[in-house]
């Protein structure tokens, strides 16, 4: 532009400084003329500034380079987009005339043109029309991407090189070269997409979803998205990118989406405090293939605030999430044996709760475990750890066992495990002492083990008797006590209990 007869100044967003001719760019622009007018300057030029133009210096150069040429500088899909941003803002009816001309072609532009234009709607985002010409230009890449995938290994092959009209690679691109490797030819376009911006990459997977596009290829995507992404993002970023991945997963087909990787994005969701409600569908999608799980993955740090040594609400929860979807047979076989596990991993520590640890051995179904073995190991290192139980919180732990699925060494174990005793209280001492000679073992020769696994039942049977009935009798006190507060002057007393 010929600064000679330049007697206008634009300043674009603080970037660049044009001098333009005042006649030639308000013959062409509505929104220069408005603002000028019959503006004249007697001292110098007339200075216009703009904060927040779309696409900066460059689009606006390009618009004026439009008007400049009297409308012979070609539209094309490397320049529409700023082209039609810029030409919306100014007001140039005869750019936007082509502009619109030249989208109305967008479903047969290559691959690499669309890539660029998208691109170019992150630069113009203040713009009114990015959104929509990014959802039009998204539409026809993901549309052409499918059309790529359908066709057969060859076919795609060819339709990608750099030589097809339907898919026109620069020569530097690594999309091409991957068709080298058959193992990658359904993934060439990951590098390509991850040029776009957090929520250009939202559209297109939901785009792909949409069209029902191979949920496999998607998932790999996913997690590649997150390791390549992650390097350089910001804390910000990196919350977005990874709600945006939970939030495709979950309505994927989910023996597309492996264990192990949902308990990596665990630990970068509670590191980095996603929104609750995309927590809810890790944990959801985690729940379901918990059969899948290891004790590793289940042994995650609790939050800084809790004082636990593992996130066991979050355990509870992923527990809860399975057994909702009703599943049984081996796999809860599975879940129920990595509970025990999990149980036994996190009895020793001294910041558990009685209530807290009762939920987790009550957490499966008893029908689940062909054995208590573990969880009597786990309660005996509870009790080891938790020495200032009360009598009533130790009673509802050892009331989890059941007799007939301990082993007999381990009955035996119980009757003089002095931990598993428990005196309701001080007043008790004689109940508790017949409680201790009944539990004591009953010598018998090696020839009556069936004999003795008997009267091991029945001396099991009386002990759990025996607490039931000491707690029996102390709630009654306390209802003795409350009926006799709330009654006084009455005549009428309570019914004697039957003895």
Known sequence: MEACC?????????EETLFLNKQIICAYSATFKRLLGKSTCSNGNLKVIFNDFPGGAESFELVSRFCYSNGRLAVMPSNVVLMHCAAKFMEVSKVLEQTEKCME????????ELLLSLKQCQEVETSSEAESLAAKLMDALVEKLCLAVEMSPSSAASACSPDSS?????????STESFKNSSVRLTWWFDEVLVLSPGLVDMFLK??????FDNLII???LFYYQKVKFCSATSHEKRKILETIIDTLCVLDQSCVPCKGLFGFLRLALGLNINKSTMNKLE?????QLDQATLDNLLVPSPSKSSHLYYVNLVIRFTKAFLDGARGGLQLKKVSSLIDQYIAEVAPDHCLKPSKFLSLLTLVPDTA??????IYRAIDMYLEAHTGLTNGEKLSLIRT?????????????????PKFQVIETLDEQREQKQLILQMEKVEISGDNEKLKEHIEGIQWRVMELERACLKMQNQMEVIKKRSKNSSKGSNRSLPKLCS
């Open 105 to 112: 072609e967008i479903r047969y532009w290559s691959w690499p």
């Open 401 to 417: 066992l059941a007799y007939e699925k301990l082993s007999g060494e381990s009955r035996s174990k119980i009757s003089r495990n």
């Open 369 to 374: 475990r062909e054995s208590h073995e573990e």
């Open 207 to 212: 785009l792909m979803v949409s069209r029902k």
């Open 219 to 221: 998932s790999r995507f």
């Open 166 to 174: 339907l898919f026109r690679f620069s020569c530097d691109s690594k």
């Open 6 to 14: 330049s007697d206008l100044e634009v300043d674009i967003n603080g």
């Open 284 to 288: 959801l999608m985690i729940g379901n």
